[in-house]
């Protein structure tokens, strides 16, 4: 069974930094796109940064762009998030997801994980 493991939430203040990561375990074949996205009380959930496999290709949210970083270490099936210069308006429980194929015959299918809560003070 596939799991997604975060860790690296907490309570910072404003300008702060925080860490994610997420690791995915289990028995799948490999693991393609994966990202972060949040959701605030209220608010609908949305993708804060996302990296591809091989080409490492990254994209972010226009509210994060110069702030986050998203990476990732295949030899481990972990994507890391690196927030920078948090503000109060980056609160939100942040879920990591991937795009991971079960076998080499399967297409993937999307998983997530469990959520960190993530809250800035001002």
């Known amino acids: 069974q596939v799991q997604l493991v975060e860790s690296g939430g907490g309570l910072v203040q404003a300008g702060e930094s925080l860490r994610l990561s997420c690791t995915a375990s289990?028995?799948?074949?490999?693991?393609?796109?994966m990202g972060w996205y949040r959701q605030a009380p209220g608010k609908q959930r949305e993708l804060v940064a996302s990296?591809?496999?091989?080409?490492?290709?990254?994209n972010y949210a226009d509210s994060v762009m110069g702030r986050f970083t998203i990476s990732r270490d295949n030899a481990k099936n972990t994507v890391y998030l690196q927030m920078n210069s948090l503000k109060p308006e980056d609160t939100a429980v942040y879920y990591c997801?991937?795009?991971?194929?079960?076998?080499?015959?399967?297409?993937?299918?999307?998983?997530w994980g469990q959520g960190t809560q993530v809250t800035v003070s001002s």
């Open positions: 990296i591809t496999r091989v080409l490492l290709t990254t």
């Open positions: 289990g028995r799948f074949f490999n693991v393609d796109v």
């Open positions: 997801n991937a795009q991971i194929a079960p076998t080499r015959w399967e297409r993937t299918s999307d998983y």
